[in-house]
């Protein structure tokens, strides 16, 4: 198989990846990071780390915090010669992740060979009616979706990758031809229907993560496009948990997932793609079972994601997401991005208020906001504290921050 990177000045970079090329002893239980802002480097390093048996931290170089962290763990970075032991010498692992966590603290999960490779062998399954020939990646491989969907899945079932470095929706709907995976988030979809242009891509498929799509977006691309979007639904620390086609209501449970919930229905998730250890300050064994915090409605194996049951807002008996306010506020003309989050408020009579920050060049008053999300949610009463910006940030995964 090839990696191929198109390059900004039109040129074309391919590299043979198999196992002979880049396996090398020297990299055997070694313990370093791979964190560079360049796709191809990353990629390449990557493939060197799995293939020679390393043991590699990936995160991103822009993060302050994780750098510091892994720095201070005496770590050094991939390439280098030396390798010192650390605190990670003991325990088992091929790559690590960090999420940010439930805390907002950086947490690490540690992949073993055996979490990759089963959780692809069950999504390749999920994908091998759509006899996929390349995969085009616009996410970051130093995400474990992107690694996972843009480097492991391909390798191991001999299909080409192709990536650039600044990938621009007008690029990607260029490169899409026919039985193309395109690996990519809700970003990248809303974009591509932002296009003049039109392209019959239903011979392609599209595999969005990271957060939920509209439905209207997706209703949108279908008709853009004639192509069919699947939505993978997980974390970094479970793996891939569910998965559903288009604007199906329903989540359904990947193969080897089991799911229940707590009394308070948020989802428990057990698996072998889960990560057996954690790291924040300390070590923790999940024994391959993690409790969630995703607010769910489980029948027959299939649920309703309600959101994060910290981005549930209960009002009148009812529970609405933030993820459906911020959906509604983006749908509305003017009105760019929306991030909406809970404000508790313990010692006031109404127990919580929403944050809206909108990303607008439109003023917009809480009058204004208050009736768009009244017609949408019925005639309900909250408070709300409202914030007009010039920009939302986004990671390099499309996930909205505020900074």
Known sequence: MKLKVYNDNGTITSHTINKDIFYNKKYSNKISYINSINKEENALNIFKSFFS??????????????????????????????????????????????????????????????????????????????????????????HFYGSLMGLMYPYLNNIDIIIKEHFLPNNLLDLVDDYTLVVTTPLYIQ?????????DLGKSLFLSSTSPLFNKTIIEFNKKYS?????????????????????????????????????????????????????????????????????VEIKDNKFKLLGRSSQIIKIAGKRYSTIQIENILENIEGIQKALVLIKNKKDELRGESLIITI?????????????????????IKFSIELKVVKEIKTTSLGKKILI
Do not use: C
């Open 53 to 142: 048996d390393s043991k590699s931290i990936l995160f991103d170089d822009t993060n302050n915090a994780i750098k510091r962290k892994i720095h201070s763990l005496n770590i050094n970075e991939f390439n280098s010669i030396s390798s010192k032991n650390n605190i990670f010498t003991p325990y088992d692992f091929s790559l690590m992740y960090f999420t940010s966590g439930t805390t907002g603290n950086p947490i690490a999960a540690l992949k073993t060979k055996k979490n990759i490779l089963s959780e692809i062998k069950v999504i390749s399954k999920l994908l091998s009616k759509y006899n996929i020939k390349r995969v085009i990646v616009t996410v970051p491989f130093i």
């Open 191 to 199: 974009s591509l229907n932002r296009l003049t242009q039109n392209k």
């Open 227 to 295: 192509s069919n979007i699947i939505q993978l639904f997980g974390s970094t620390e479970t793996g891939g948990i569910a998965y559903k086609y288009n604007d199906d209501e329903k989540w359904e449970t990947l193969e080897r997932v089991k799911i229940s919930t707590n009394k308070d229905n948020e989802l428990i998730v057990e698996s072998p793609f889960v990560s057996n250890v954690l790291f924040e300050s300390d070590f923790k064994i999940t024994n391959s079972k993690i409790q969630t915090f995703d607010f």
């Open 359 to 379: 990303q607008s060049t439109k003023i917009y008053l809480i009058k204004d906001i208050k009736k768009i999300l009244k017609e949408e949610l019925s005639n």
